[in-house]
């Protein structure tokens, strides 16, 4: 066996470092062909090739996923693994940056750059090992990697692994979207039952300097929401005539960005509060009118509600934002009537709230064949390589130009990409003997190395698991569909091979700090000694469900 001591695991995981995987680049693949090649040579892939696949990612360039299963003995019971080899980009690193993919190197020069007192202690200790994806997560696709080797090799093992790796993780995540298509097809074709799927992302510390070791029973959602915004354009010689589509944005800013009230709670556990991504005009050029109208979007975290909730969130934002904004003009309008004396004819507009599916719905009236207009736009789009947002955003620009009702407005709407959140239910059986499972682990853990590992409801980082399971299917179809316009055309979400799939998730891996810095690093000795060990016995755990 070749990937099974604490140095060969340590020497792949620097292979895979070594290989430039950034996400949405072209670079992604030459890991995704590592990783096959590598299994490939594997006694087990070269008796059942047909297990290993590469699976298309569509994409503008050649992307891919590989897909392996290692299937011993007669039971049915599968444990789905993920895990993502793309990386963020590397030129954080400055002056440094030629070698963050060599950790080794990278580790004996880091001390060059400026470094937080952490990072510097760290570093002095001489147990970290510095670099690229150290932490996130090449150590984690490494582990995957050694669990086929290991459990291929193992006489007494009986059950199914049918791990992913994919990646985009870092981007649209549609590197996994495509995975679970394959997995839910290979569920059927071998006769699988999956009994839950396990990601090995490193922990994430929950405040600075945390250096606990965590499981997690779940991962937080993601919902990207936006407001489209239309204001009353004027020339500028004219200002009190209308109403500035920056006004209305700057007063959708004042009110949602950090809002509590876009909280979660759940536990001890609580989401961050909304902060804005991008915001914009659409006004290409320099005149002297008044932008016509402008976006921006909001990034939210979810535990528990659904995208309705949210919607009905944003909508109240959206209408105190233009009222606010309406009653501002009207009292300017006011006072300098009484200023200026001037006979000013008095502004009269009628600002409106949609949702996105509202506005479509109110279109299509007026044009029945608004669907075959978009698919249209769409194909027309689609070559200008758009992002999803500023697609999404086009689109609901050209509704507004079909549409006959010009009335100052805000449009909320979903934009790409969408995590669902996911988390463990004690009700339901499969999910308890998960949670199970998670805490004799931990026992094992702190009787064999006395390791403290703390169990979390939510990965706060993001991650592929969102893709295995679907918790409020229903809500989701029903709210988050018709009002992101994408889905289904550009961007598309298998909702029905996650709803096949549909089973508990857990999280545990390598421990390291600060991931997306270039003083990402990893703990040697705990993540390639330890982890390997404990990670096992969950495994065992989770195949005694
Ligand atoms: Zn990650």
New binding site residues.
């Given amino acids: 066996m070749k990937w099974q001591t604490k140095e060969e695991l340590l020497q792949l995981t620097k292979d895979l470092v070594g290989i430039n995987s950034i996400s949405a680049t072209e670079s992604e693949v030459n890991a995704a062909k590592f990783i096959y090649e590598q299994l490939s040579t594997l006694d087990y892939y070269k008796e059942n090739p047909e297990h290993l696949r590469f699976v298309e990612v569509p994409g503008a360039y050649e992307r891919k996923a590989v897909v392996a299963l290692m299937s011993k003995g007669k039971k049915k019971d599968t444990l789905l693994g993920v895990g993502?080899f793309d990386t963020v980009g590397i030129d954080d690193a400055g002056i440094l940056k030629d070698y963050i993919l060599d950790p080794d190197e990278y580790t004996k020069r880091i001390g060059q750059l400026p470094l937080d007192p952490a990072s510097r202690k760290d570093l002095e200790s001489g147990e970290y090992l510095f670099g690229r994806g150290t932490m996130?997560?090449k150590p984690?696709i490494a582990l995957h990697m050694q669990n086929l080797e290991y459990y291929s090799n193992d006489a007494e093992f009986e059950g199914n692994l049918l791990i992913s790796f994919v990646g985009d993780?870092?981007t649209n995540s549609e590197g996994v979207l495509a995975a679970v298509e394959e997995v839910a097809k290979m569920v059927d074709e071998y006769d699988l039952t999956p009994i839950a799927a396990l990601d090995t992302?490193?922990d994430f510390a929950s405040y600075p300097n945390d250096d606990n070791k965590y499981i997690y029973l779940g991962t937080v959602g993601k919902l990207l929401a936006g407001y489209y915004v239309l204001g009353k354009e004027t020339h500028v010689g004219e200002s009190l005539a209308g109403m500035n589509t920056h006004l209305v944005l700057a007063n959708i800013v004042k009110n949602m960005e950090l809002n509590m009230d876009f909280c979660e709670k759940v536990g001890k556990e609580v989401t961050l509060p909304p902060t804005s991504l991008k915001m914009e005009d659409h006004k290409r050029l320099y005149n002297v009118q008044t932008p016509l109208s402008g976006h921006i979007y909001y990034n939210l975290q979810t535990f528990k509600d659904s995208p309705k909730v949210y919607m009905d969130k944003c909508l109240a934002v959206a209408k105190k934002s233009i009222e606010e904004s309406y009653e501002y003009v009207l009292e300017v309008n006011k006072e300098f009537k009484e200023v200026s004396k001037l006979p000013l004819v008095p502004l009269d507009l009628t600002p409106q709230v949609y949702s996105y599916s509202d506005f479509y719905e109110e279109t299509k009236k007026e044009h029945p064949n608004l669907d075959d207009l978009l698919a249209e736009r769409i194909t027309k789009l689609v070559d200008l390589r758009l992002d999803e947002r500023d697609l999404t955003c086009e689109l609901i620009q050209y509704i507004q130009e079909l549409s006959s009702n010009k009335n100052p407005k805000v449009v909320v709407f979903f934009a790409p990409p969408y995590y669902p959140h996911v988390s463990l239910d004690e009700t339901k059986p499969n999910h308890k003997a998960v949670i199970e499972a998670s805490n004799k682990t931990i026992a094992f853990a702190k009787e064999k190395f006395d390791v403290d590992i703390i169990q979390a409801k939510y990965f706060q980082?993001?991650?592929d698991l969102s893709y295995f399971a679907l918790e409020d299917a229903e809500d989701v179809l029903k709210y988050l569909t018709p009002n992101m316009p994408t889905l289904g055309k550009t961007y598309s979400l298998p909702l029905d091979a996650i709803a096949k799939i549909d089973v508990p998730v857990i999280n545990y891996g390598p421990h390291g700090r600060d991931?997306h810095k270039y003083t990402e690093r990893v703990l040697v000795d705990y993540s390639f000694e330890t982890v390997p060990v404990v990670l096992k016995e969950l495994i065992r755990n989770l195949f005694l469900i």
């Fill in positions: 993502h996130d997560m984690g993780e870092e992302e490193p980082g993001l991650c991931p």
